[in-house]
């Protein structure tokens, strides 16, 4: 079983709140990942870090932020929300260069 | 750059049919290869992999075969259930490079 978790799972919040979506693994991941994702549908990769201090932009551009301050601990903010932030969030680490990625349960996120 | 090209869904199959969704890959080096499924609500979950060429990843009856001289990973499984009903993605070990995804519908 995969130790990975975020929180909350689902969250409703108002237009222009700041928000910040949790994600804890125990596995001592180097590498970590968060994904946007309409239900079922395409994954796009809008952050990720490679260690400590380490954090890039994916694809998708995204008016999010993260932080790489402990290898455990990935957290994803919006400085203000907007009902186009209304999507699922996964978050996904991995060890190696090869090896396979684990994933969060993920947060629902809706935005009204 | 690299990528993955998937199979694009809907698949709507009666139970017990045999299944193959197919992934192709363009990737420097020689990268592991994935499949993941995704129930609704949830996340993805490993279902198999494969980290070389001629290696055949298997789980739940479902198998791929990483194919380096066709840069094929297709996934396939004799016989469907109804619980098999998921979206499944192909990814490369970057997990920068996922697939778009393909709905499976099994029909009991």
């Known amino acids: 079983e995969a130790d990975i978790y975020q929180t909350p799972r689902y969250l409703v919040i108002g237009t222009g709140k700041k928000i910040t979506l949790e994600c804890s693994q125990t596995?001592?991941?180097?590498?970590m990942y968060w994904y946007q994702q309409d239900p079922g549908m395409e994954l796009h990769l809008i952050h990720y870090?490679?260690?400590?201090?380490?954090?890039e932009k994916g694809d998708l551009s995204s008016e999010s932020t993260v932080s790489r301050i402990r290898t455990e601990h990935f957290p994803l903010t919006l400085e203000s929300a907007r009902p186009s932030h209304t999507s699922q969030y996964l978050c996904a680490s991995s060890g190696g260069a090869r090896a396979e990625a684990f994933f969060g349960q993920g947060t629902r996120l809706t935005v009204v | 750059g690299d990528s993955v090209t998937q199979m694009e869904g809907p698949v709507t199959l009666s139970e017990e049919a045999f299944l193959t969704i197919n992934c192709t890959y363009t990737?420097?080096?020689?990268?592991?290869l994935f499949w993941y499924v995704q129930y609704p609500g949830e996340g993805l979950q490993l279902l198999l992999k494969?980290?070389?060429?001629?290696d055949k990843g298997s789980n739940k009856g479902f198998e791929a075969t990483y194919r380096k001289e066709t840069t094929s990973f297709h996934l396939e499984k004799g016989s469907v259930q109804v619980s098999d009903s998921a979206v499944y993605f192909c990814?490369?070990?970057?997990?920068?490079?996922f697939g778009k995804g393909t709905r499976l519908h099994i029909l009991p």
């Open positions: 494969a980290t070389k060429a001629d």
């Open positions: 990814a490369l070990s970057s997990h920068i490079i």
């Open positions: 596995m001592g991941h180097d590498k």
């Open positions: 870090s490679y260690g400590v201090n380490s954090t």
């Open positions: 990737a420097t080096g020689y990268p592991s």
